[in-house]
């Protein structure tokens, strides 16, 4: 079975219809495309002028494979949600073919095609939307994967579930930033003290568990200089939890350059860090905090001793 295709790429034309009595030739407006971000071109329009009849294309260029972390979304949120547009049927397998009426074969272009041939999937524009974001999110997760990835290849450390569990016993199952309790609804995220994009490593002695809230606000903002924007009660919170988790450290189970990792870690101090400077300026309270909080001791020795005193008191 051969189809004929054109996809007509401009605006001036009225380009939601297609030639009801001639499946050789359809026409359709080029309305929105993830480009070649994730590798396929998303092409949507109706059916009817009376704009019900909602369709979409989705397309590969030439010598690209669809990529195998975004199958899964392709199949959820695309095909589950669409039925083709000529013969209604349903599926959730991927099968591509190239169009053979494409003029260019070095252009020819990877269609996803129901098991009749035809390449033009009825569904909704709000699943069709849905769809593309989670194409988006697909390729963003894959790319802060990899990123991540690639900064640990370079700092090194690794960390098992039984030392997460260790941690968040030592935390009490609390956020170290908002004291809020996790849940399943709330959960908990690994904060690294010293971000992996400074060089922090993975081990467990440089993770501290927070709520996705707090992690994501504090960014690459330095361990230290962000516990300056919180409140005097959670820095006390914060010195009691860092003086347990360095109790518990066992020397002997120590892996090499964890410990010295957790030093620079609670080192660094960047007052002049973009995001720290921009969140002083949005609020008083804030501001207030920063100036009362005394800055956190920078070594492990000096939490160990200022939590004593602290708690003599
Ligand atoms: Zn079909
Ligand atoms: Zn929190």
């Given at each position: 079975m051969e189809l004929g295709f054109k996809a007509?790429?401009?605006?001036?034309?009225?380009?939601?219809?297609?030639?009801?009595?001639?499946?050789?030739f359809w026409t359709y407006g080029y309305m929105s495309s993830m480009g070649m971000r994730v590798g396929i071109n998303v092409t949507t329009g109706y059916l009817d002028v009376e704009e019900n009849d909602h369709v979409s294309v989705w397309s590969l260029s030439k010598?690209?494979?669809?990529?195998q972390y975004v199958q899964g979304s392709v199949k959820k949120y695309f095909l589950s949600n669409a039925n083709c547009a000529r013969c209604s049927a349903r599926t959730t397998e991927i099968i591509l073919r190239p169009l053979l009426a494409e003029s260019s074969k070095a252009k020819r272009l990877s269609y996803i095609v129901c098991s009749c041939g035809y390449p033009v999937w009825r569904i909704s524009l709000d699943a069709s939307c849905a769809a593309e974001i989670a194409l988006s999110r697909a390729e963003y997760s894959r790319t802060i994967k990899k990123f991540r990835e690639s900064l640990l290849k370079n700092t090194g450390g690794k960390h098992n579930k039984q030392e997460i569990q260790q941690i968040l016993v030592l935390q009490k199952n609390r956020c170290i930033y908002c004291n809020v309790t996790f849940t399943e609804s709330t959960r908990a995220t690994r904060d690294h003290l010293m971000p992996l994009i400074y060089g922090?490593?993975?081990?467990?002695?440089?993770i501290v568990m927070a709520c996705h809230r707090c992690n994501s606000r504090r960014g690459t903002i330095p361990f230290r200089t962000y516990c300056k924007l919180l409140s005097p009660t959670q820095n006390r919170r914060i010195l009691k939890h860092l003086s347990r988790r360095i109790v518990a450290v066992k020397s002997d189970q120590l892996q090499e350059g964890a410990f010295a990792s957790f030093c620079k870690g609670l080192a660094q101090h960047k007052p002049q860090h973009p995001s720290y400077r921009s969140k002083l300026r949005y609020s008083a309270v804030i501001r207030r905090y920063a100036s009362v909080n005394k800055l956190l001791p920078a070594a492990p020795h000096l939490i160990l001793r200022r939590a004593s005193v602290g708690s003599s008191h």
């Open positions: 007509l790429n401009h605006l001036n034309r009225p380009f939601r219809w297609i030639e009801e009595n001639d499946h050789e010598g690209v494979n669809l990529p922090g490593t993975d081990w467990a002695l440089n």
